[in-house]
């Protein structure tokens, strides 16, 4: 390009003249196609931090236990009256249904959207879901009457009975052997009037326990007048002390000095009473059950407005009176079935001591009838 001042030629590279300073503006660019400006700049979500993540699963595992834990508690308690040893599977089950629930429930989801989430935010889904589970739960305990079923008032069948063991002697024979035979005889005699009143007493008496046992107040009254017969023949016949008092009687004809009874009587009362010990456990027990039985009575006849018989069912109008009746009714049941397996221990104890003198209780049976 020349230089329209001095008219030399411009090298290439510049847009100044070189010999004479003169200047030229760029060419003009109004032909010159504008770029498109850049595109804008695509806004970025910001993520929670990983270890938020972690915390709020931990928090709700926390408070999720305490739900559900509570929600357990409460519903045993509501089926049950009271929490114990016996019903603590009821209580597991309940504590554990919600959370295996949850997890099956949670794993299923990302299994079927094919996601391989983290840790936490299972734990967080199987948190939240056993928690919705536990206020199901305490929702529907709350809302449903409280009511008793037959089931919770069975009966239990444990009749009473002689236990038949085997003899086999281990005291030798002695010149004692007549007055320890009556002993014995006294003992099996007062061992059976005693099942003898008792099976009169089961024979001509109402069921115990059951619904219809808690219809009305003359039921109830017909009740308790059992029980309390019952309790006295329990009380009739809960001390072998007469017959120990009898055995210097048994000893009289027996050829032997003062001396020699004497230390006989010392020895074999304190034997006795040693190799006798379950006696005295069975009759405490038989004592307390019968006294927790009257008291089931006693409360239901006090609550007598607090409840209805319905389609064999007990119906209580509380929560309250029915976790009360629960609790005293299952610890009645549950002390008859303890004072049954006292009793049969106790003659097995029996057949034990009798064996050691060669004895049994067919010993003593009368003689059948040719």
């Not at 519903?75 to 099956?104: C, D, H, M, Q, W």
């Not at 002993?183 to 115990?208: C, I, K, M």
């Not at 009254?221 to 016949?237: G, N």
Request: with cysteine; aromatic share 10%.
């Amino acid at each position: 390009m020349k230089c329209k001042q001095c008219s030399k030629i411009i090298p290439d590279g510049f847009t100044d003249c070189p010999w004479c300073g003169a200047t030229y503006s760029p060419l003009p660019t109004s032909r010159a196609q504008a770029l498109p400006p850049p595109p804008p700049p695509t806004p970025v979500r910001p993520q929670a931090p990983a270890g938020l993540n972690v915390v709020l699963a931990w928090i709700s595992s926390v408070l999720s236990v305490s739900l559900v834990a509570f929600a357990a508690y409460a519903a045993t308690l509501k089926r049950f009256g009271t929490v114990t040893l016996e019903n603590s599977g009821f209580t597991i089950g309940g504590f554990v249904g919600p959370y295996l629930i949850s997890a099956i429930i949670v794993f299923a989801f990302f299994w079927i959207r094919k996601s391989k989430p983290d840790y936490s935010s299972k734990l967080l889904g199987v948190a939240c879901g056993a928690s919705l589970f536990a206020i199901l739960s305490l929702i529907g305990s709350m809302s449903s009457p409280a009511g008793i079923d037959s089931r919770a008032t069975g009966t239990v069948a444990n009749p009473l009975r002689r236990s038949m063991h085997p003899v086999a002697r281990s005291v030798p024979a002695s010149k004692w052997d007549p007055a320890i035979r009556s002993f014995f005889a006294d003992l099996h005699a007062f061992d059976e009037q005693y099942l003898l009143e008792v099976g009169e007493f089961d024979n001509s008496s109402l069921p115990v326990y059951t619904p219809e046992s808690f219809r009305d107040a003359a039921t109830i009254q017909q009740i308790l007048s059992q029980l309390r017969a019952r309790m006295a023949v329990a009380e009739k016949f809960n001390s072998i002390e007469p017959l120990l008092s009898k055995m210097p009687n048994h000893v009289t004809s027996i050829e032997a000095s003062d001396e020699e009874k004497r230390a006989f009587l010392e020895h074999f009362d304190a034997s006795t009473r040693k190799d006798l010990g379950a006696r005295k456990v069975v009759t405490d027990i038989e004592r307390d059950w019968l006294t927790a039985s009257i008291g089931v009575y006693e409360f239901t006849l006090s609550k007598q407005a607090g409840y209805v018989l319905r389609d064999g069912n007990l119906i209580f109008k509380s929560n309250a009176i029915a976790g009360e009746f629960n609790h005293k009714a299952q610890n009645a049941q549950r002390l008859r079935a303890q004072f049954y397996r006292a009793y049969h221990a106790g003659q097995n104890q029996l057949a034990t001591v009798m064996a050691q003198y060669g004895l049994q209780a067919s010993d003593f049976e009368p003689s059948p009838r040719r």
